[in-house]
């Protein structure tokens, strides 16, 4: 299987962001950084979980 990785729209220019892919039953993550280092996979239900606690923390500040 090739897993096609995205770059987050939310990188900046000292390469401080991740990437995700699309598998079949889950989402994958990892640092762009260090690609080589594994990645982290997530059922889409946890993705979703952790998209609303990235977005809640983040209108806290």
């Known amino acids: 299987m090739i897993i096609e990785w995205r770059k ?3 990188s900046d220019d000292y390469g401080n962001c991740i990437e995700l ?7 994958a993550i ?3 950084k260090a690609p080589d280092t594994g ?3 997530l059922t ?4 979703a ?3 609303a606690h990235a977005r809640q ?3 806290s500040h």
């Open 30 to 32: 990892r640092d762009s």
């Open 39 to 41: 990645h982290l996979t």
């Open 44 to 47: 889409p239900r946890a993705f």
């Open 8 to 10: 987050s729209t939310r």
């Open 49 to 51: 979980r952790l998209l």
């Open 21 to 27: 892919a699309a598998l079949p039953d889950a989402i």
């Open 57 to 59: 923390a983040g209108s």
